[in-house]
């Protein structure tokens, strides 16, 4: 019991510390963009998105060997390729359809619709009959789903494809959750961390290919993509997203969240978009509003609210 206690509270404050990471990422994304504006505003939107993606998780893909060998080691294993497959093909396909959404909705919008998969991971526990829910998480989601969504102020929704896709990514975030969840109970998470940033390198490439192969004119060439390494503020800040915001993040999601109820997990992942917001303040991104206070206070106290009954549980059980 003290060991499952003192595991739980460990994975709270990594998950916590991946939400700072992945907070960051919004900016890092967001400059790595700006600063290759006068190349990318005439490219298909697909060549782009392919690329960063297919660049940010090569790093990740580099890194973690280097500092694992059990992350060498357990690629020899097949159960780990086959959980590595799922994980990094809903990574894809989450991070893909995110990004081709945002580029014609507002921050705002995709922040809410995103913020759904707070819902969709209750909704799967239910259809799937796993991980049994409480009052208390059924409360703490409905805050994390309402203070994510209203940080940056009603979001005014005009339904279009757009909207939908972000809706869909949610989902396809919700089923990567409860897969972690799955997976990393029954395999090394180190190993298949590994094997899923190699999936999603690999997927990234295949549809890098086809959007090359099927896209405009006016999309750029294979050498006009790689010239952008060339030049230094794109190249640091993709190595961040690459580096930080998968390898690390990613790394500790798979070590960690398998010590906790998925949908808590999710209710943790909620902060994301307050430190991103924080981040884009402190960048000059945003403007300040009190809803980022009325949000965030909603979002904060619904994840105490389920730390502290988790916290009361453990002790009436130590009792």
């Known amino acids: 019991m003290q060991a499952d206690s003192t595991d739980r509270r460990n ?6 510390f991946v939400t700072l990471i992945w907070g960051a990422t919004f900016v890092w994304m967001k400059k790595a963009l700006d600063s290759a504006s006068t190349h990318l505003e005439n490219w298909h939107l697909v060549t782009v998105v392919g690329f ?15 500092f694992s060998e059990r992350a060498r080691i357990g690629l020899v294993d097949k159960n780990v390729w086959k959980g590595g497959t799922l994980l990094g093909l809903l990574m894809f396909g989450g991070f893909l359809t995110q990004m081709l959404a945002l580029n014609e909705i507002t921050p705002a919008v995709s ?6 998969y707070v819902v969709f991971t209750v909704l799967i526990g239910l259809v799937f009959r796993k991980h049994p829910l409480t009052l208390t998480l059924i409360i703490g989601v409905g805050m994390a789903t309402f203070g994510a969504g209203f940080i940056d102020g009603p979001p005014h929704i005009t339904w279009g494809w757009a909207e939908l896709l972000t809706v869909f990514c949610a989902l396809l975030f919700a089923f990567h959750i409860f897969a972690t969840d799955s997976v990393t109970r029954s395999t090394d998470p180190l190993a298949v961390t590994q094997s899923s940033f190699i999936v999603v390198v690999l997927a990234s490439l295949i549809t890098l290919g086809i959007a090359l192969f099927f896209a405009p004119t006016n999309s750029p060439t294979v050498n006009e993509l790689c ?3 060339t030049e230094q503020d794109i190249f640091i800040w993709l190595f961040l997203l690459g580096f930080f915001g998968s390898f690390l993040a990613i790394m500790l999601l798979n070590m960690h969240q398998r010590h906790l109820h998925p949908v808590h997990a999710a209710i943790i992942y909620a902060l994301e978009p307050v430190w991103a917001t924080i981040y884009a303040l ?5 403007e300040f509003t009190f809803w980022l206070i ?14 502290s009954q988790k916290r009361f549980e453990e002790e009436s059980e130590a009792e």
């Open 294 to 307: 009325v949000g965030g206070g909603i979002l904060l106290a619904g994840n105490l609210l389920v730390e």
């Open 227 to 229: 010239s952008l390494l």
């Open 282 to 286: 402190a960048e000059g991104l945003n």
């Open 111 to 116: 922040a809410f619709l995103t913020s759904l």
């Open 52 to 66: 960063m993606i297919f660049i940010r998780f090569l790093v990740a893909a580099i890194s973690l060997p280097i």
């Open 11 to 16: 994975a709270v404050a990594w998950l916590l």
